[in-house]
């Protein structure tokens, strides 16, 4: 990797928000792989799948360690910053992504992902945490749905935790997470309705809001082993916000493209999971249609996703001054 390929001046700009893309990838791997089960596909895209998520990661952390080595007072800049400083922990969310697409293939992988990413989240939730307590720049203006993204990551350790470490590690990551989402749908509800609109780089992030509570329902199965009443509210919070946020469509459509688009993925990623578990656990012919028709939205979302990607790397659109 050198300056003809990849120029200094993008690697300084280069967001740890990019590894976004990881957890969208990773979830519509993992979407796949239980679908291939509940449907009994014929052929399995996902053994593919993962590994390519894997590879993403790889490059991406490769850029991002560039970085880290070459500029680091920007590295710092960009996790002290109100807004992008919570895109942090996505870097520990997409190695616990990682560890549950890889958990059969490559059992020991899987255990060093989950336990490296584990770690680091634990690390980096406790320094967000403590940096919006202990600030002195913060503003209401400042919230967005991307401040939910420390939560979902401690939900989501249980999912390949129940496999790896004692069940108590993941009751506790899953009860800090649980807390926490309330605490700030409430701020952030405040925020959207009595503060200005969110800006439009950052009007994609409200699908974050599907992400606590499908996940939530996820981990709660892995738990539980069940769909128990409980997982019914969880599984119907995190659907209501998807009408919620469908009946607005015609509004996202319109929406530039910014890499802040890849927050529609993981979201959409986690009900399509939680819909497929239902159709697995109740038999039912509505969760199996529903399931399948949320898994072709996923897929041509990915597609989309990808191809604008691409397209704005190939103009200089995207890791350049201000994004």
């Given at each position: 990797m050198n300056d003809t390929t990849?120029?200094?001046s993008r690697i300084k700009n280069f967001p740890v928000a990019w590894f976004s893309m990881i957890m969208g990838f990773t979830g519509f791997a993992i979407a796949w792989m239980r679908a291939e089960t509940v449907y009994d596909i014929g052929f399995a895209p996902s053994c593919v799948l993962r590994w390519v998520a894997l590879g993403l990661f790889a490059l991406v952390t490769a850029c991002y360690l560039?970085?880290?080595?070459?500029?680091?007072?920007q590295v710092v800049e960009e996790f002290r910053h109100p807004v992008k400083q919570a895109f942090g922990p996505a870097i520990s969310i997409a190695m616990i992504l990682l560890s549950i697409a890889l958990r059969h293939d490559a059992p020991r992988l899987s255990f060093w992902l989950w336990s490296v990413g584990t770690v680091l989240h634990l690390a980096l939730t406790l320094y967000v945490m403590s940096s919006w307590i202990h600030h002195t720049k913060y503003e209401i203006t400042h919230m967005n749905p991307a401040w939910f993204i420390p939560v979902v990551g401690n939900i989501l350790v249980p999912i390949a935790g129940v496999h790896h470490a004692p069940v108590e590690v993941s009751w506790f990551f899953y009860s800090v997470g649980l807390f926490f989402w309330p605490?700030?749908?409430a701020i952030?509800?405040?925020r959207?309705?009595?503060?200005t609109s969110l800006p439009e780089r950052f009007v994609p992030t409200l699908f974050i809001f599907i992400a606590p509570p499908a996940v939530g329902f996820i981990s709660w199965h892995s738990?539980?082993?069940q769909v128990d009443a409980f997982a019914h509210v969880?599984?119907?919070v995190a659907l209501f916000f998807a009408l919620l946020l469908a009946v607005q469509a015609s509004y996202f459509v319109r929406l530039k493209f910014f890499l802040s688009w890849w927050a529609y993925s993981f979201p959409l990623a986690a009900l399509t999971i939680a819909t497929l578990i239902r159709a697995q656990e109740d038999g039912s012919g509505f969760y199996r249609n529903l399931g399948a028709v949320l898994l072709a939205l996923l897929t041509?979302?990915?597609v989309l996703l990808l191809v604008r990607t691409a397209i704005a790397v190939a103009r200089r659109e995207i890791c350049v001054e201000g994004h």
């Open positions: 990849l120029p200094s560039v970085k880290i080595v070459r500029y680091p007072q605490v700030l749908t952030l509800f405040y959207l309705i009595f503060h738990l539980g082993g969880l599984y119907g041509l979302l990915i």
